[in-house]
């Protein structure tokens, strides 16, 4: 068995029956006509003889893309609890029971063993869906860091959570230190860094500004409890070296906050570094209780 049910789309607490579908395993399918560029819904379930509880598979998702959650156990009701909205239009939840799941937009067979199921990186599932991005702010011959200066980048989020997802270091020289800050004060001046987007078919705008060259009066709080980073190349002849953050190790950044990243040559010659950063805009997909 399985329904549809429209949720008006704005901050609150809005409450669905299903009665008459009751059964031990729901799937519940969030679809937007549009989705939000932000916002988080709360999901909770009417357990008959147990009252309300939250959906443990799906306490609180994000709303800008489409979700899917689970509930196990005898339900009667939904409550779905909407806070910091911002745009979209038209939520249905699809509620369905396990005979009649895969559900909506979901092919047959899924489930029993007659199709395959494809697992993918994050990092690709981003690129398809438009939400993968990078810049790079270089100095090259022509632009190098002279010995004992530095450069300064500013990164600003927006209405979205940002996921570094690969911070690379490209460079010649004989050493750098890397500094990075939360919350500067009086940043000025700077040039425009182009943002891009992986996905050349249908890209999804990007909500980081992003400068580099820039003069700041106060750097902030810094990252890492003041504990710098330091890259070491060659004191005799600089060699290309490059160093980059692990992989699943991204650094999680709010949204509306700005950052500061210092690079500053504490080598004896020039430096010429490349500094690419590629990241993920949107909220994470892991239940908050």
């Given at each position: 068995?399985?329904?549809?049910?429209?949720?008006?789309?704005?901050?609150?607490?809005?409450?669905?029956?299903?009665?008459?579908?009751?059964?031990?395993?729901?799937?519940?399918?969030?679809?937007?006509?549009?989705?939000?560029?932000?916002?988080?819904?709360?999901?909770?379930?009417?357990?008959?003889?147990?009252?309300?509880?939250?959906?443990?598979?799906?306490?609180?998702?994000?709303?800008?893309?489409?979700?899917?959650?689970?509930?196990?156990?005898?339900?009667?009701?939904?409550?779905?609890?909407?806070?910091?909205?911002?745009?979209?239009?038209?939520?249905?939840?699809?509620?369905?029971?396990?005979?009649?799941?895969?559900?909506?937009?979901?092919?047959?067979?899924?489930?029993?063993?007659?199709?395959?199921?494809?697992?993918?990186?994050?990092?690709?599932?981003?690129?398809?869906?438009?939400?993968?991005?990078?810049?790079?702010?270089?100095?090259?011959?022509?632009?190098?860091?002279?010995?004992?200066?530095?450069?300064?980048?500013?990164?600003?989020?927006?209405?979205?959570?940002?996921?570094?997802?690969?911070?690379?270091?490209?460079?010649?020289?004989?050493?750098?230190?890397?500094?990075?800050?939360r919350a500067p004060t009086g940043v000025t001046g700077g040039t425009d860094l182009s943002i891009h987007n992986y996905n050349g078919v249908s890209p999804?705008?990007?909500?980081?500004?992003?400068?580099?060259?820039?003069?700041?009066?106060?750097?902030?709080?810094?990252?890492?409890?003041?504990?710098?980073?330091?890259?070491?190349g060659s004191s005799n002849a600089p060699q290309r070296q490059t160093s980059s953050i692990p992989q699943g190790r991204e650094r999680v950044l709010p949204?509306?906050?700005?950052?500061?990243?210092?690079?500053?040559?504490?080598?004896?010659?020039?430096?010429?570094?490349?500094?690419?950063?590629?990241?993920?805009?949107?909220?994470?997909?892991?239940?908050?209780?």
């Amino acid at each position: 068995m399985s329904s549809a049910h429209v949720v008006p789309l704005q901050n609150g607490e809005h409450v669905v029956d299903v009665f008459g579908q009751i059964d031990g395993y729901h799937v519940l399918t969030f679809v937007y006509g549009t989705l939000p560029t932000a916002g988080k819904i709360a999901v909770f379930a009417r357990y008959l003889g147990l009252g309300w509880a939250p959906v443990n598979e799906a306490a609180t998702l994000d709303m800008t893309s489409t979700k899917t959650a689970v509930a196990v156990g005898p339900v009667d009701a939904y409550r779905f609890v909407i806070s910091g909205l911002v745009d979209g239009a038209d939520l249905t939840v699809h509620v369905t029971d396990l005979a009649e799941w895969p559900g909506p937009g979901m092919p047959a067979g899924l489930f029993e063993g007659t199709r395959a199921i494809t697992v993918q990186p994050y990092t690709e599932a981003n690129v398809k869906n438009g939400v993968q991005f990078n810049l790079r702010a270089v100095w090259p011959i022509g632009d190098v860091i002279p010995s004992l200066a530095s450069r300064k980048i500013w990164v600003k989020t927006n209405a979205k959570t940002v996921l570094v997802k690969l911070r690379e270091l490209q460079y010649l020289a004989e050493e750098l230190k890397i500094e990075l800050f939360r919350a500067p004060t009086g940043v000025t001046g700077g040039t425009d860094l182009s943002i891009h987007n992986y996905n050349g078919v249908s890209p999804v705008a990007t909500t980081v500004q992003a400068k580099k060259n820039v003069t700041i009066a106060n750097n902030g709080v810094q990252f890492d409890n003041g504990d710098p980073e330091y890259f070491f190349g060659s004191s005799n002849a600089p060699q290309r070296q490059t160093s980059s953050i692990p992989q699943g190790r991204e650094r999680v950044l709010p949204a509306n906050t700005e950052f500061a990243v210092v690079i500053t040559n504490t080598g004896t010659g020039d430096a010429r570094v490349q500094y690419f950063l590629d990241w993920y805009e949107g909220g994470t997909d892991l239940p908050v209780n």
